[in-house]
């Protein structure tokens, strides 16, 4: 079970960071990570980390902007999100799989979250 919170509506040029708290068996919950769907688009692979602390980001246009880190005590991942744009308005997603490889395909994840609501205002 995943349940994000942190979203919301921002300024362009903003910050935000969501969380995502995981619950149930640990290990269903090795790589946790973040997706995330504009309308009308697909689902857009933001990046995950595992519980060894290896982690995979997205596209270049979220390189340097975006941080992805989790702290195991709590089953907890988090995306920092710095410089928000426009373009990044969309429901983010938190993610669970039970595989220490980070995959960007959505299919490879068995846990989804509801998702929040992120809204970047210009």
């Known amino acids: 079970h995943l349940v994000e919170s942190g979203g919301g509506l921002v300024q362009a040029g903003d910050s935000l960071r969501l969380s995502c708290a995981a619950s149930g068996r640990t290990q269903t919950t090795y790589t946790l990570g973040w997706f995330r769907q504009a309308p009308g688009r697909e689902r857009e692979f933001v990046g995950a980390i595992n519980r060894s602390g290896a982690f995979t980001n997205n596209a270049d246009s979220m390189k340097g902007r975006f941080a992805i880190s989790r702290d195991n005590a709590l089953n907890t991942v988090y995306l920092q999100m710095n410089g928000l744009k426009s373009e990044d308005t969309a429901v983010y997603y938190c993610?669970?799989?039970?595989?220490?490889?980070?995959?960007?395909?959505?299919?490879?994840?068995?846990?989804w979250g509801q998702g929040t609501q992120v809204t970047v205002s210009s």
């Open positions: 993610v669970a799989r039970s595989s220490s490889i980070i995959s960007r395909a959505p299919s490879d994840y068995t846990s």
